[in-house]
């Protein structure tokens, strides 16, 4: 996200993807078992105008720093070492300008295999290298991020190229989006001063928690008790945690105060945005006794507004 | 809405929306009997464990992990977000975007940090 402020991103719809990408490079991402179905439904196997022979008219890169399940769904797999990839990157963003490197193995990869990637990348119809948390959350960072997408850039000076995050839960997009509309920011953003102010690092959650600041959480559709490093989530059990959840999880079983709320996608309507950002009206299929989250969250305002008018009359 | 009634309190729905990973797949196919899921078509590995599993374990509304009634859950929270100087609201991630807009707007109204999993 941070990189995306940077850099910008040259991006497309996996509408796109499926019906022009020639070339298929998957980094520091398991698709196979973190994205089940991209594959079959718009990078690998789908049918295209342009690819209409599905998997046979695509070439499919996997670089990552061991072999996954991925490995059998592509033509080529590309080993390097742990925390390499940054190094790598830059490399390829060399070769791409014609420059070479001193060594001829950089972050354990012939310097050779890079070049007929880069190679590829220049000769395809349509490039596009999606990247997962082998490249967002291993160390550097949006630094990774950044230099694929400048690397991507550079790639358009050749040939189409498109440089896309395989994001994770179904609507973080959606969270980014829909914060970036109403605060102009899309994550990190504290209402302190009574306007929206932005600095990860300082208002983002790991941070905070880790530096034990809040004195108060509200945990909307989330697991932070499994999802974030220990050292930061155990602030939570220390303050008064309130959670909103359809179902029990770690989260909710140390919390104090626990909202049951409606499912959205399986017990509730409501719009989520894929990947791609392409907005998605999600169905109900299951009845809940629960009321959906921004009911529960609408009391909580109207109630705040009403104690905040009582202390201020004492 | 293309749920179809197949027999007593079971439905077929089409083009469902599978809430787990952000490929967001919509093109299953649900059967539910008994407000319960029995078969997902089309859905991968991950999306069977959602729709099958989503009838498991719902949560109880609660107070210090006692239950209690929901609207006293509800003023509860109020209560303590109300009385917190440096609140802070997290996740966003796994719902849809009113409730994402409802939380937003907690949060100015409470100066609260606010983050969604992108940060993580």
Known sequence: MVALQLGGAPAATLGEVKNRADLVIFWGSNPAESHPRHFARYSGAAKGRMNPK???????????????????????????????????????????????????????????????????????????????????????????????????????????????????????????NTMCWQTGYPFAVNFGRGYPQFNPGEFSVVDLLKRKEPDAALIVAAEPMDHLPYEAARHLEDIPTIVLDPRETLTTKMADVVIPVKHAGVSVEGTAYRMDHIPIKMRAVLDSPWPKDDIPLSTIIERIKEIRKEEAKT | MTAVKQAENTTVTEHVVCPFCATLCDDLTIHVHNNQVV???????????????????????????????????????AKLLAASNNPLIYGLSATDVDAQKKCIELADLIGANLDNASSV
């Open chain 1, 54 to 176: 599905g998997r046979k008219d695509r070439y499919i890169v996997l670089v990552d720093i061991r072999p996954t399940p991925s490995v059998k769904y592509a033509d080529e797999f590309i080993q390097i070492k742990p925390g390499q990839d940054f190094e790598v990157l830059t490399v390829m963003r060399m070769l791409a300008s014609g420059q070479r490197p001193d060594a001829d193995n950089i972050g354990g990869v012939e310097v050779q295999t890079l070049e007929r990637l880069v190679q590829r990348c220049k000769d395809a119809r349509m490039g596009v290298l999606f990247f997962g948390q082998g490249i967002t959350e291993t160390r550097g960072k949006h630094q990774n991020s950044l230099v694929i997408y400048q690397f991507g850039k550079e790639m358009n000076r050749h040939s189409k190229f498109l440089t896309l995050p395989m994001r994770g839960h179904y609507n973080v997009v959606g969270s980014g």
């Open chain 2, 39 to 77: 078969k997902v078509r089309n859905g991968c590995a991950l999306a069977k464990g959602v729709f099958e599993n989503a009838h498991k374990e719902w949560a109880t509304p609660r107070i210090g992990g006692k239950e209690v009634a929901y609207d006293s859950a509800v003023e509860e929270a």
